[in-house]
């Protein structure tokens, strides 16, 4: 991949970036400002030779339309993982848990077809560079308690306050 494009957004949780490819599709996105953050969410063989900033219409709109109460517009967005067989479908697992009905990490393991890999879960979810549009924020430990996120427990709890309203 040669070029990227990343964009920063005012959302009611924090600035939010987002770093998609020409085709539109979200490499990587967080609650920052900073471009360099978002690259290093990503392999070094997987990063783009260039980002520069520039627009990113249909990930910004999906961006504002969540905010705006519709949290299903973050799922028509095109994403790009790479990694393991298990973690693509991780991923594509973590991008069909509904809004507001979060899963602990061992329900999580069990969508995947493996009970007993609760790390191997919560890996998963720890890797996940598009953050929102690949929405990891929505795995919970089995006590109901949030766990980790990479952007925070304050920006996971206001994402399950939102969702759940």
Known sequence: MSTATFETVDTPDGPFTILADG?????????????ERLLARLRPAHRPAEARPGSTPAPAEAVASYYAGELGAIAAVPVRHHGTELQLRGWATLRRITPGAPLTYAEFAAELGSPSAVRA???????????????CHRVLRSDGTLGGFAWGLDVKRALLTREAA
Do not use: E, H, R
């Open 23 to 35: 085709d539109g599709s979200v490499l990587a996105s967080g609650w920052t400002d900073s471009a």
């Open 121 to 135: 879960a919560a890996s998963i979810c720890a890797k996940n560079a598009p953050a929102l549009f690949t929405p």
